[in-house]
């Protein structure tokens, strides 16, 4: 580990990419300015939303009989009158809770960072980053997968911990090629898990397991993968970790390494947002 990631949770800038943006402040320490800035740029939990992939922004949309394109511009401009609710605060308050546990189940340290960072190369675009993944093969601490769902019976639950071990053995490559990684966390009341009823009805809310699940939108579930590329577009790190705990008791992870394209096309999307809501085009229609 390079003397600059030794220093990730002292230095905030240790593991990021300081040529691709700055530092902005940490969002705990500064909540009510933090809550203000985030609005002058379009932070990466809008970056679903923009590219059309969240289906809670979706819902918004329909029930507002706007394309979700103008619905992210009409949420923009009335940002002030945007409400937290109990589901986004509970999510927050559960953040250090979900990295703590991924640290404990994979035997990598994990620290909480809460750091909001500003691109320098992509127009008003923004990032809060929750924390960091730092694994190091000199140093494993052995993994503890009884926290993971599984079964009374040992070949059972081993078959469905199974996806477990290639995404442990994911973050270490992912480290060994790039360094520390970021850490996404999500808190997720509903759950559908292996019930292909309840996916088949609710499929945003099926979160299939291991490396080779979701391959088509960089490995994670759709309406958190946009996110994770706008965070790593941002701070110029190139891995993440997305670690969940569904319905309370189901821990869940996928590994994203950043893809340049993707990342550039994200930025264009954001600076063709930016001139729609400043300029002329920022008509509400719908359809």
């Not at 970056?47 to 949420?75: F, N, V, W």
């Not at 088949?200 to 299939?208: D, V, W």
């Not at 340049?260 to 096309?265: D, Q």
Request: aromatic share 12%; glycine share 8%.
């Amino acid at each position: 580990m390079s003397e600059a990631d030794q220093n990730i949770g002292r230095d905030p800038m240790a593991g990021i990419d300081g040529e691709v943006c700055r530092y902005w402040g940490d969002a705990n320490a500064k909540e009510e300015e933090w809550k203000k800035a985030r609005w002058e740029y379009l932070s990466a939990s809008w970056a679903g939303p923009l590219m059309e992939t969240c289906p809670y922004h979706a819902k918004d949309a329909d029930e507002a009989g706007l394309s979700m394109r103008a619905m992210l511009i009409q949420k923009v401009k009335l940002r002030e009158d945007l409400q937290v609710n109990n589901a986004m605060r509970h999510g927050s308050y559960q953040e250090p809770i979900v990295i703590d546990l991924w640290s404990r189940i994979t035997g990598i340290p994990m620290l909480r960072s809460n750091a909001m960072y500003v691109s320098t190369r992509a127009q008003n675009m923004s990032c809060t980053i929750d924390g960091f993944v730092l694994p190091d093969r000199d140093f494993p601490d052995a993994a503890d997968v009884g926290y993971l769902e599984g079964a009374r019976d040992p070949d059972e639950a081993s078959e469905k911990q199974a996806w477990f071990w290639p995404f442990l053995e994911r973050c270490y490559e992912m480290s060994d090629k790039h360094g520390p990684g970021l850490f996404e966390a999500k808190w997720k009341r509903q759950w559908a898990g292996g019930n292909r009823s309840q996916a088949k009805t609710y499929p945003e809310r099926f979160f299939a397991p291991g490396p080779g699940a979701h391959a088509e939108t960089f490995g994670c579930p759709v309406q958190h993968a946009w996110q994770v590329m706008a965070q790593m577009h941002v701070t110029g790190v190139k891995w993440c970790v997305l670690g969940c705990v569904i319905g309370g008791f189901d821990p869940r992870a996928w590994v994203v390494e950043y893809d340049p394209e993707a990342g550039a096309m994200l930025a264009a999307r954001v600076a063709e947002f930016w001139r729609a809501f400043h300029g002329a085009d920022h008509n509400l229609h719908t359809g």
